[in-house]
């Protein structure tokens, strides 16, 4: 279920294919799987046309079929990506897909190049995929499988509000492009994960650099990352840092907002004792973030 499938079909699709997707797409908040009459319907193709669309769709595994208790299809998340795709190269986001960037829990991040030839990162967003078997066994026949489309779309346009908040204010984030349906376009960065860098030159000014971030991300932008961790900081080849995955930020007055900011700085002060042996003063520098201290006081 990587974007992989997406990407490799795509070029084997016609304009006819991307209707029938579309179709089967927005029947699919009515539709758990979208009846073939519907499709029928809504794509003025003839039953012929329609049948060979959608056995293609089907053998590419953008779609699935059902037969109990009536004939219907509905989008895989390959599917999905291919509409996002399509969307992104008519809008003159994306010219060409190149390999994937990474595979997380909740996302897959592929690489990709504009028509300017500048090269961009495009994360598709992938809710409900670990629970999505399991809602199956329990549930068996329900509506919930629909809603993993909506909550990919909303984590999508969730990060990308985010990215569009925090990057003019100069926090250190991929610079945003674009977003559309699940997936967003930003800018492609170089490094690992903090978590994967086995040495880490001058952690101390490191730590220093993720603090200075938040504080600005807090005091600026006035909202709160509430999902950071050394996995959702990338240290580049030129030892600065970045901070990625933002659907599940919160604003500065949202009822948590002080838990969540206490709980954000303390995963990055535990992670530096833990893996660097840095002892800095957790409440020193949740003051600091907050703007009630000064930097130089957290060691
Ligand atoms: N803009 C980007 N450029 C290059 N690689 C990226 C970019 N954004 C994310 N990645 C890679 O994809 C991985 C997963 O991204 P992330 O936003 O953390 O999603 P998840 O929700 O899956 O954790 C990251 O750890 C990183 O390796
Ligand atoms: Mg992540």
């Not at 059902?66 to 390959?78: E, M, V």
């Not at 991929?174 to 030159?201: C, D, F, T, Y």
């Not at 970045?242 to 900011?261: F, S």
Request: aromatic share 10%.
């Amino acid at each position: 279920m990587s974007a992989e499938t997406a990407v490799k079909a795509f070029k084997s699709l016609e304009s006819q294919d991307f209707r029938i997707l579309q179709v089967i797409e927005a029947a699919m908040a009515k539709h758990e799987f979208v009846p073939k009459e519907v499709i029928i319907k809504y794509s003025k193709f003839n039953m012929e046309e329609a049948t060979f669309r959608l056995e293609k769709l089907q053998k590419f595994r953008l779609i699935r079929q059902t037969k109990q208790p009536y004939l219907g299809y509905a989008l895989n998340y390959s599917g999905y990506d291919c509409l996002a795709i399509n969307a992104f190269l008519k809008a003159e986001i994306v010219e060409a897909f190149g390999k994937p960037l990474g595979v997380g829990k909740e996302a897959d991040v592929y690489d990709a190049l504009t028509p300017k030839g500048e090269r961009i990162a495009i994360k598709f967003h992938r809710l409900g995929r670990i629970s999505f078997r399991q809602t199956m066994r329990k549930r068996g026949y329900t509506t919930e499988r629909t809603s993993w489309l909506l909550q990919s779309r909303k984590a999508a346009e969730k990060e990308y509000e985010a990215l569009k908040l925090v990057y003019p204010k100069g926090v250190a984030v991929p610079k945003p492009i674009s977003q559309n349906r699940h997936a967003i376009a930003m800018g492609a960065i170089e490094g690992a994960e903090l978590a994967e860098w086995k040495e880490v030159s001058q952690p101390e000014k490191v730590l220093k650099e993720i603090l200075r971030n938040i504080r600005k991300t807090y005091l600026k932008a006035e909202i709160i990352h509430a999902d950071l961790s050394e996995y959702n900081i990338i240290l580049k080849p030129d030892n600065h840092i970045l901070i990625i995955d933002w659907p599940q930020y919160v604003t500065k007055n949202h009822p948590n907002a002080q838990q969540l900011l206490r709980r954000d700085v303390e995963n990055i002060i535990t992670f530096f004792k833990r893996k660097h042996l840095l002892e800095a003063k957790t409440d020193r520098a949740i003051a600091y973030v907050a703007g009630k201290g000064k930097i130089s006081t957290i060691f």
